[in-house]
């Protein structure tokens, strides 16, 4: 299981950090990332991270403004939000697979989300 915390409301420009605990899945064997997706829209990948941190991958619209990371050995994965726009608004959700993918169909499992609101 995946479980996120830290999303909220946030004004534009401003930062948030995104947390997800794994449980149930041997985690370093794994690929993580985050999607999103905001009402009336598809959803999006924002982010993927190999197993050792090797390998990043972003949209567009967020590089340079999100970081992912990871740390192994507590079984969490971050994504940290900064100079947020009303555009990222959304919920996030994060996601794992066995394989490195940044395909939404080839994920294995997802936690529940967290919503992130950014105001204008």
């Known amino acids: 299981q995946l479980a996120e915390s830290g999303g909220g409301l946030v004004q534009a420009g401003g930062s948030l950090r995104l947390s997800c605990i794994a449980s149930?899945?041997?985690?370093?064997?794994?690929?993580m990332g985050w999607v999103r997706q905001a009402p009336g829209k598809e959803r999006e990948f924002v982010a993927a991270?190999?197993?050792?941190?090797?390998?990043?991958y972003y949209l567009d619209a967020v590089k340079g403004r999100f970081t992912i990371s990871r740390d192994n050995a507590k079984k969490e994965t971050y994504l940290q939000m900064n100079d947020l726009k009303p555009d990222d608004t959304a919920i996030y959700y994060c996601?794992?697979?066995?394989?490195?993918?940044?395909?939404?169909?080839?994920?294995?499992?997802w936690g529940q989300g967290t919503q992130v609101t950014v105001s204008s």
């Open positions: 996601v794992a697979a066995r394989i490195y993918t940044t395909e939404i169909d080839e994920l294995d499992w």
């Open positions: 991270i190999t197993r050792d941190s090797g390998w990043k």
């Open positions: 149930g899945l041997t985690f370093s064997t794994y690929s």
